[in-house]
Nanobody, 116 residues
Framework: QVQLVESGGGLVQPGGSLRLSCTAS????????MSWYRQAPGKERELVGF????????NYGDSMKGRVAISRDGAKNTVYLQMNSLKVEDTAVYYC?????????WGQGIQVTVSS
């Protein structure tokens, strides 16, 4: 059974930092490109960034570029999203996604709220 379980979300003040985790099971994590997306209320889901299966390549969307970093730990089957200098407009549900040659899997999403 494939599972992607996000954790680490919550309430943070503007300017603060947060690290999200996404732990995978049920498929070959080491062969999957791992991505983070987010969806704010009333807006379309957008790409935050992704990391290659080897971890050697990362790429980020414009909305959070320079403020986020994605990493992965093969031993833990976990991908991370480090977010810094958070803004109120970063408030959204954050999702991780795994893309393999054949399939695409999504996590259930986790709420991040940036507010004073």
């Amino acid at each position: 059974q494939v599972q992607l379980v996000e954790s680490g979300g919550g309430l943070v003040q503007p300017g603060g930092s947060l690290r999200l985790s996404c732990t995978a099971s049920g498929f070959s994590f080491r062969s999957a490109v791992m991505s983070w997306y987010r969806q704010a209320p009333g807006k379309e889901r957008e790409l935050v960034g992704f990391i290659s299966s080897t971890g050697g390549t990362t790429n980020y969307g414009d909305s959070m570029k320079g403020r986020v970093a994605i990493s992965r730990d093969g031993a833990k089957n976990t991908v991370y999203l480090q977010m810094n200098s958070l803004k109120v407009e970063d408030t959204a549900v954050y999702y991780c996604k795994a893309t393999t040659i054949r399939y695409e899997y999504w996590g259930q999403g986790i709420q991040v709220t940036v507010s004073s």
